[in-house]
């Protein structure tokens, strides 16, 4: 029982974390709060479904379509769609919310409201400690760890990781610098995709594949974001898998715990954020303090 | 008295075309039932009257305080399972438990206000965001008092015959946004609240400079818009004799928005055109069951959402101001030395008779 709590509380975090790096990126760059972010892992989800059930296509060249897909969709709607109406935040929040709700409805339309599921990458269950864990948990843990440590190096490590943290401190000193800020958000967004679909490729098999799948993990996302510090990418790492424990906790070990979770994941962060208002990890400025 | 009446009316409302438009328009409403009496028409028009309500009330809140709430249902929410409460277990009647549903609501507001006065931009945005749905899990978890995801049937109506229910909201209605508008009208020489409130919205730590205290203001406009809010909330439980988890589901509290953003920003006036546009367009689209191209399966109904939501991104690319602003920013023009609202066709102000070019 408790390794399962375990293993479980670590797949739901690491997918979190994904979801909640990519999101607390482009909000550090751009600074815009995208909330179609998590529909894009519903794309990947769709996208896995599509082409080995009814294409009949093996897993990788599923997953190679479905990830650059998923990042071209990104791409193009935030060109034709946000890049220009970026400085007015609340704009940009309702219009990512309406290309949410377009991806959704593009997808019953497609495909019909219909609960589907997605292939296991790897079939199959190890033994560990004397319970049955599935490839696919071990298989999400790994993908997460992995992507989680080339992100870390990208940021740190490369030129581009550079200028992708000079422009979220200072978008115009970046610009000054000499440093092409668009082309850099641009880059930060193809990243967030890419996080988000792969989260949803790697979820696809583990979780119920169907239009409104992007709505509970917005939700936890955000609160994620918000518990870590917007932002700040090493704060929503380390909330994605405290809010992740506390949801896989509630299930567990409360009777109801099902109807509950996102309500007690939802109530820590609230009290977090009235004890220390900018978050774990938030940045506040002098002049922003009330 | 009745002069000083006729001359307001003539140099208020006759001399600027977007308040004439608006007064036809509300008039007109008065007018509707002797129309048409069609159980669907009026049940949708019912339905508009409750949002518009609802809608306002998120633009005082959010619009007038730059506050963005994404949790607006919860006032919704609380007010009709609170209704819907009352007269289950007390059998109340809606005259009583309307009204105590909004009061439940504003006390709704002072709660979340214990957040929501610490916190700012995207961080209050998503603290009210999480509060409906906290409330949406304690509801689902107690399925034997609050009837759980089918929610509690079986209310009173509202009143006796659809079309008292639709005189009912419509003075509900038109009295709730008349008191929201005196409110935030920043001209008046009656009420301080308009101004202060475009103060704090438009830097709150001059605001607060100049002697405001913002926290004040900021619990009233909670209380305000949720009292508003509840009322709208309470109506809909007993319209629909129903309160359920759809009222405190996030996609009301979005839809909000929209209507509101749609029609334009604090100004009251937009949340109510948006409302009437987009509610009425929505119920159009449900009933137009024509295939997309011939011989298609696809029908025009099921796309509904689809249309909206690319409708509701064309009007924020090419009309950020929202569609009522934008209309009425071509119907009028501010005199640049008295600031008097001029039809946009005069050369000259009316009152100080400057050249409006």
């Given at each position: 029982?408790?390794?399962?709590f375990?293993?479980?509380?670590?797949?739901?975090?690491?997918?979190?974390?994904?979801?909640?790096?990519?999101?607390?990126?482009?909000?550090?760059?751009?600074?815009?709060?995208?909330?179609?972010?998590?529909?894009?892992?519903?794309?990947?989800?769709?996208g896995?479904?599509?082409?080995?059930?009814?294409?009949?296509?093996?897993?990788?060249?599923?997953?190679?379509?479905?990830?650059?897909?998923?990042?071209?969709?990104?791409?193009?709607?935030?060109?034709?769609?946000?890049?220009?109406?970026?400085?007015h935040?609340?704009?940009?929040?309702?219009i990512?919310?309406?290309?949410?709700?377009?991806?959704?409805?593009?997808?019953?339309?497609?495909?019909?409201?219909?609960?589907?599921?997605?292939?296991?990458?790897?079939?199959?269950?190890?033994?560990?400690f004397?319970?049955?864990?599935?490839?696919?948990?071990?298989?999400?843990?790994?993908?997460?760890?992995?992507?989680?440590?080339?992100?870390?190096?990208?940021?740190?490590?490369?030129?581009?990781?550079?200028?992708?943290?000079?422009?979220a401190q200072?978008?115009?000193?970046?610009?000054?610098m000499?440093?092409?800020v668009?082309?850099?958000?641009?880059?930060?967004?193809g990243?967030?995709?890419?996080?988000?679909?792969?989260?949803?490729?790697?979820?696809?098999?583990?979780?119920?594949?169907?239009?409104?799948?992007?709505?509970?993990?917005?939700?936890?996302?955000?609160?994620?974001?918000?518990?870590?510090?917007?932002?700040?990418?090493?704060?929503?790492?380390?909330?994605?898998?405290?809010?992740?424990?506390?949801?896989?906790?509630?299930?567990?070990?409360?009777?109801?715990?099902?109807?509950?979770?996102?309500?007690?994941?939802?109530?820590?962060?609230?009290?977090?954020?009235?004890?220390?208002?900018?978050?774990?990890?938030?940045?506040?400025?002098?002049?922003?303090?009330? | 008295?009745?002069?000083?009446?006729?001359?307001?009316?003539?140099?208020?409302?006759?001399?600027?075309?977007?308040r004439?438009?608006a007064?036809?328009?509300?008039?007109?409403?008065?007018?509707?039932?002797?129309?048409?009496?069609?159980?669907?028409i009026?049940?949708?028009?019912?339905?508009?009257?409750?949002?518009?309500?609802?809608?306002?009330?998120?633009?005082f809140?959010?619009?007038?305080?730059?506050?963005?709430?994404?949790?607006?249902?919860?006032?919704?929410?609380?007010?009709?399972?609170?209704?819907?409460?009352?007269?289950?277990?007390?059998?109340?009647?809606?005259?009583?438990?309307?009204p105590?549903?909004a009061?439940?609501?504003?006390?709704?507001?002072?709660?979340?206000?214990?957040p929501?006065l610490?916190?700012?931009?995207?961080?209050?945005?998503?603290?009210?965001?999480?509060?409906?749905?906290?409330?949406?899990?304690?509801?689902?978890?107690?399925?034997?008092v609050?009837?759980?995801?089918?929610?509690?049937?079986?209310?009173?109506?509202?009143?006796g015959?659809?079309?008292?229910d639709?005189?009912?909201?419509?003075?509900?209605?038109?009295?709730?946004?008349?008191?929201?508008?005196?409110?935030?009208?920043?001209?008046?020489g009656m009420?301080?609240?308009?101004?202060?409130?475009?103060?704090?919205?438009?830097?709150?730590?001059?605001?607060?400079?100049?002697?405001i205290?913002?926290?004040?203001?900021?619990?009233?406009?909670?209380?305000?818009?949720?009292?508003?809010?509840?009322?709208?909330?309470?109506?809909?439980?007993?319209?629909l004799?129903?309160?359920?988890?759809?009222?405190?589901?996030?996609?009301?509290?979005?839809?909000?928005?929209?209507w509101?953003?749609?029609?334009?920003?604090?100004?009251?006036?937009?949340?109510?055109?948006?409302?009437?546009?987009?509610?009425?367009?929505?119920?159009?689209?449900?009933?137009?069951?024509?295939?997309?191209w011939?011989?298609?399966?696809?029908?025009?109904s099921?796309?509904?959402?689809?249309?909206?939501?690319?409708?509701?991104?064309?009007?924020?690319?090419?009309?950020?101001?929202?569609?009522?602003?934008?209309?009425?920013?071509?119907?009028?023009?501010?005199?640049?030395?008295?600031?008097?609202?001029?039809?946009?066709?005069?050369?000259?102000?009316r009152?100080?008779?400057?050249?409006?070019?």
């Open positions: 029982m408790f390794q399962a375990v293993i479980q509380a670590l797949v739901t975090g690491g997918v979190y974390a994904l979801l909640a790096v990519g999101f607390s990126l482009i909000f550090g760059v751009a600074r815009m709060v995208n909330l179609a972010h998590t529909s894009f892992l519903m794309l990947a989800a769709y896995m479904f599509y082409t080995t059930y009814r294409l009949g296509l093996d897993v990788f060249t599923a997953i190679l379509i479905s990830l650059v897909a998923t990042i071209i969709i990104g791409l193009v709607s935030y060109k034709l769609f946000i890049d220009r109406i970026r400085e935040e609340v704009t940009v929040m309702l990512t919310l309406a290309l949410a709700t377009i991806f959704q409805e593009s997808m019953i339309l497609a495909f019909g409201a219909h609960f589907r599921e997605a292939p296991t990458l790897i079939p199959g269950y190890a033994e560990i004397a319970v049955k864990v599935m490839y696919q948990h071990l298989l999400t843990i790994a993908v997460v760890a992995v992507v989680l440590l080339g992100m870390w190096l990208l940021l740190t490590k490369t030129k581009l990781g550079i200028a992708i943290r000079a422009t200072d978008a115009e000193i970046a610009n000054l000499g440093i092409n668009s082309n850099i958000l641009l880059v930060a967004m990243i967030a995709a890419a996080l988000a679909s792969i989260a949803g490729i790697v979820v696809a098999p583990l979780w119920v594949v169907f239009p409104y799948m992007w709505m509970s993990p917005l939700v936890m996302i955000m609160a994620i974001v918000v518990l870590g510090g917007l932002g700040s990418i090493k704060g929503s790492l380390i909330a994605a898998f405290i809010i992740g424990l506390v949801e896989v906790a509630v299930v567990f070990y409360l009777p109801g715990g099902s109807f509950l979770r996102s309500a007690i994941a939802l109530l820590v962060m609230v009290i977090i954020l009235v004890v220390r208002p900018e978050g774990l990890y938030g940045i506040v400025f002098e002049e922003e303090r009330l | 008295m009745l002069r000083r009446l006729f001359k307001d009316i003539q140099g208020e409302i006759l001399a600027i075309p977007g004439l438009i007064l036809i328009f509300f008039i007109l409403l008065f007018f509707i039932p002797l129309i048409t009496q069609e159980y669907y009026l049940f949708v028009l019912i339905l508009v009257n409750i949002f518009v309500i609802f809608a306002v009330s998120w633009d809140v959010s619009g007038y305080t730059g506050q963005v709430s994404f949790g607006h249902a919860f006032f919704f929410g609380v007010a009709a399972y609170t209704a819907a409460l009352l007269n289950k277990y007390l059998g109340l009647q809606p005259w009583a438990t309307i105590l549903g009061i439940a609501a504003t006390l709704a507001g002072m709660v979340m206000c214990l929501a610490r916190l700012r931009g995207p961080y209050l945005s998503l603290v009210t965001l999480a509060m409906p749905l906290i409330l949406l899990g304690i509801i689902k978890a107690f399925p034997d609050t009837g759980g995801e089918h929610g509690i049937s079986g209310l009173p109506a509202l009143s015959s659809r079309m008292s639709y005189y009912i909201t419509l003075i509900v209605m038109l009295a709730s946004v008349f008191i929201m508008w005196k409110l935030t009208d920043s001209r008046s009420v301080r609240t308009g101004i202060i409130l475009h103060a704090i919205r438009e830097d709150e730590i001059a605001a607060r400079a100049t002697g205290n913002t926290i004040r203001y900021k619990l009233f406009a909670f209380i305000v818009g949720g009292f508003f809010a509840g009322l709208a909330g309470g109506l809909y439980a007993h319209f004799k129903i309160a359920g988890p759809a009222t405190l589901d996030m996609t009301l509290s979005f839809q909000v928005i929209i509101t953003v749609f029609g334009g920003i604090v100004s009251i006036y937009g949340a109510v055109v948006g409302v009437y546009v987009l509610y009425p367009l929505m119920e159009l689209l449900r009933q137009f069951n024509v295939p997309v011939p011989g298609s399966e696809i029908m025009f099921d796309m509904r959402f689809l249309i909206f939501s690319a409708m509701v991104i064309a009007i924020l690319l090419f009309m950020p101001e929202g569609v009522a602003v934008w209309i009425r920013d071509k119907m009028e023009r501010q005199c640049p030395r008295c600031k008097l609202s001029n039809a946009s066709w005069r050369r000259t102000c009152a100080c008779g400057a050249s409006l070019y």
